[in-house]
Every structure is written in structure tokens, then in C-alpha cells.
T-cell receptor, first 114, second 115 residues
């Protein structure tokens, strides 16, 4: 089966610019996660969707970050305006709802803000 | 929220030897799931092994096995016959069994395999 697809793989922007990341989860996976992984740290959940509804966005900096999941499938994560501390890898993952299913991850997008 | 602690930022092992990575977690739930993920330099997180909390038997996947101590809230990963390809970051993860389906990750252990 096809895995979780993310694009772009790399992005370099200047501070105060905007950027968007795209994720296509595994077909049939109702749950979609966006994680931020700063170098040397573990993934930190930014937002979790169940179909097209938000389950948890408690750690999403809502003044600059936004995310949507259109029709419960693809998702986009946007940062506007970007700050230097947003430099990180942004990981998208998906999983089946319930059961013992693990999260399947994409390859991530490495964002550098200069 | 649940917390996951990995107290070993870095570990090293000789090729063909055995290494154990530690993980502890804090939870008030009785039913949950635990995972070990591997993240090589390519960045993609790959599942290594999983454990359901209601199962007393420790999970095993080829050279990888866990020591799950529910009362102690400990979940260590043992890698036997270490290979060069095992070098990576390893993350311990906890998943709730309630309707939230949230995953919580530790800070990771960087494993170096010495030829």
C-alpha cells in the first residue's frame, strides 16, 4: 500500500514569510497528525484530525499556525508569518481509528527559517 | 497528559552485541499501547515493535524484543546481534486507548553501532 506522502521535502524561507506543507495520508486512515520535531528532540503534536474534525490542537500556536483537512483526506499545515524558532522537521502521520494500530509517518518536511 | 521519558540521550554498541534502550512513562490509564519507533537519518519514522498493555507476554520481532513492566511503567527495547543498519534515533511512544487516539513520544535515544 502507498505510504504517507508529504511535500515538499525541504523548504527555506525568510522570517515573516509564509509557508505551507501538504500531506496525503494512507487511504482509509481516519486519523491524521501533524508533528513538529526540533533537532535533537522528539516529535511534538501540533494538531490531530479525526476525519475532517479537530481532536486536539492544544499545542498549535494559533496566532501563526493553521491547518485544515479537506474532505477528511489531504491536509495542509500553514505558517504565517514564520519565525526563526519554527525551523524544524514537520512530520505528518496517519492511523486507523481505534484498535492497536500504529501511526504511519511520512518522510517529513525540513523547514529552515533564515 | 501522559509523559514518556527516555533517560539515555545516546547509546553505543559493538556490532553483533546486544543493547538495551530504556523508556518509562507516566499514566493513570490501565489500557494503552506502547511502541518503539526507529528514525534513521532519512527522517522517516518506522515502527520497530508494539506492545498492548493488557498483554503480559513481552513482544518480540526478530532481533528486537521488549521488557514490559506494567507496574513499574517501564518499557525497554533490547536489540540483539546489533547491525550497522540499526544505527538511528529510537523513540518510545505511548498511545491512549480512549477515544482520543493520541500518541506521546519520548525525547529519543541516538544509537551508534561500532563496527
Amino acid at each position: 500500500e502507498a505510504g504517507v506522502a508529504q511535500s515538499p521535502r525541504y523548504k527555506i524561507i525568510e522570517k515573516r514569510q509564509s509557508v505551507a506543507f501538504w500531506c496525503n495520508p494512507i487511504s482509509g486512515h481516519a486519523t491524521l497528525y501533524w508533528y513538529q520535531q526540533i533537532l535533537g528532540q522528539g516529535p511534538k503534536l501540533l494538531i490531530q484530525f479525526q476525519n475532517n474534525g479537530v481532536v486536539d490542537d492544544s499545542q498549535l500556536p494559533k496566532d501563526r499556525f493553521s491547518a485544515e483537512r479537506l474532505k477528511g483526506v489531504d491536509s495542509t499545515l500553514k505558517i504565517q508569518p514564520a519565525k526563526l524558532e519554527d525551523s524544524a522537521v514537520y512530520l505528518c502521520a496517519s492511523s486507523l481509528w481505534g484498535g492497536v494500530g500504529e501511526a504511519f509517518f511520512g518522510q517529513g518536511t525540513r523547514l529552515t527559517v533564515v | 497528559a501522559q509523559t514518556v521519558t527516555q533517560s539515555q540521550p545516546e547509546m553505543s554498541v559493538q556490532e553483533a552485541e546486544t543493547v538495551t534502550l530504556s523508556c518509562t512513562y507516566d499514566t493513570s490509564e490501565s489500557d494503552y499501547y506502547l511502541f518503539w519507533y526507529k528514525q534513521p537519518p532519512s527522517r522517516q519514522m518506522i515502527l520497530v515493535i508494539r506492545q498492548e498493555a493488557y498483554k503480559q507476554q513481552n513482544a518480540t520481532e526478530n532481533r528486537f524484543s521488549v521488557n514490559f513492566q506494567k507496574a513499574a511503567k517501564s518499557f525497554s527495547l533490547k536489540i540483539s546481534d546489533s547491525q550497522l543498519g540499526d544505527a538511528a534515533m529510537y523513540f518510545c511512544a505511548y498511545r491512549t486507548s480512549n477515544t482520543g487516539n493520541q500518541f506521546y513520544f519520548g525525547t529519543g535515544t541516538s544509537l551508534t553501532v561500532i563496527p
